[in-house]
């Protein structure tokens, strides 16, 4: 008995929790995207969580403790139904609602269909229900603003004023129509200039930033000398002074020698700020190489150099990548010494560049969008081309070598 009333009031929580996450988020982004505006009524969620906990309770009793996929698909299209009554609702939008009673009735199966029940204690049970919609309800809430991002970039002004809250994506519209904002960007406000300069100071601030601490990190890694510590151990003491504290005397100095609203003066400030974790990064991995690896190679009487192209680099392709991509995202999206030393705007780097446009009054918010989106993608394209090489284990790469 005691177990049959842990199960039904564990239902009943885990629906209303699930449902509540439903109406919060259902709320947040305006109910436009899969449901009517104010499907969602908080005063009677408690009562729809009840309702539904005794519906599935019942039949998991009636069919002696195995509710079949069909029994689901039943229920769910009948609370599906039941908890939209009286509200205007497409085809479209009630496949979605139903889709998430399906998942979430499989979910239940999933503990209640178990051999015993007693096996899956309720504490643990409903803590990493918690856990699962907590990564829900937060990776929502980190992934909408680019979603709503990329939605206002593919409307038009007046779609925009007027409704302003319809997140929906515009199907309906041509392909010209669909991309109008990115063409305008591209044609009209020089975007493809912008993202020269800001690709051509990301790559060298890599190609510096590792030129300096490949090295520096194996030294302060491997060899021993004096202060070797206190060097490793305060690599990071540039990230305690604020960019800002630098801007006025780097502004004062670049502006003296004439280098000044060019992109070379962000070729020397970006490496300069991007070594230090660099190197940080850099020297922990290669601290973890088994140091047998490369007294191997000395003794078979290869040189320190040889040891670090051919044991040590190879084997340290994980880390170099991703301090690598690191880089050149700091270096991409940085604005602060940009917009002090960028006054011309045929050296603008992207930042740069859409901060003058959102200066301007006139400039559609699509247009803004646009470019915030053109902005996020070549990032995200690095990451996921390279993610299977950042991570590496080092086991592996050890047996290959």
């Known amino acids: 008995m005691t177990n049959n009333i842990y199960q039904f009031f564990f239902i009943y929580l885990y629906s209303i929790i699930t449902l509540f996450l439903l109406a919060v988020i259902g709320d947040f982004v305006s109910i436009s995207i899969f449901l009517s505006k104010n499907i969602f009524i908080y005063k009677n969620i408690f009562l729809y969580c009840f309702l539904y906990a005794i519906c599935f309770f019942a039949i998991r009793i009636i069919i002696t403790n195995q509710v079949s996929n069909i029994f689901i698909f039943i229920i769910s299209l009948a609370l599906s139904y ?40 309720f504490e643990v049970s409903f803590l990493k229900f918690l ?19 990329f939605v206002s970039s593919l409307k038009s002004q007046m779609v925009l004023l007027q409704n302003p809250t319809d997140l929906s994506i515009p199907f ?52 021993r000398f004096a202060g070797r510590s206190k060097i490793s151990s305060s690599i990071l003491i540039i990230y305690m002074v604020p960019a800002i504290v630098l801007v006025i005397p780097l502004y004062v100095i670049f502006s003296q ?114 470019g915030s989106v053109m902005i996020t993608v070549p990032v995200l394209l690095l990451f996921f081309i390279f993610e299977r090489y950042l991570v590496g284990g080092l086991t592996a790469g050890s047996v290959k070598g």
């Open 131 to 149: 856990k699962t919609n907590s990564l829900i309800f937060f990776s929502f809430i980190i992934i909408f603003p680019f979603y709503l991002m």
């Open 257 to 370: 020698l004439g280098f000044r609203n060019s992109l070379f003066s962000l070729m020397i400030v970006y490496p300069a700020t991007t070594i230090p974790v660099a190197l940080y990064m850099l020297q922990g991995y290669f601290k973890g190489i088994p140091y047998e690896l490369e007294e191997s190679a000395l003794i078979d009487g290869c040189s320190r150099i040889g040891v670090i192209l051919r044991i040590t680099l190879p084997l340290s392709v994980p880390a170099i990548l991703s301090v690598s991509l690191y880089v050149f995202m700091i270096a991409w999206n940085e604005f602060l010494f940009a917009f002090m030393f960028l006054d011309n705007q045929e050296y603008f780097t992207i930042p740069r560049g859409l901060y003058t446009q959102l200066d301007d009054q006139e400039v559609p918010r699509q247009y803004l969008m646009a």
């Open 82 to 121: 039941f908890f939209l009554i009286n509200k205007e609702i497409n085809a479209y939008q009630l496949l979605i609602i139903l889709s998430v009673f399906i998942a979430f009735n499989l979910l239940l199966q999933k503990y209640f269909t178990a051999k015993n029940f007693s096996n899956f204690l």
């Open 172 to 223: 309906f519209y041509s392909i010209s129509d669909f991309f109008s904002s990115y063409i305008a960007v591209i044609t009209q406000y020089n975007f493809l200039n912008f993202a020269l300069n800001s690709t051509i100071v990301s790559f060298v601030t890599v190609f510096v930033s590792l030129f300096f601490s490949i090295p520096g990190a194996y030294a302060v890694a491997r060899l």
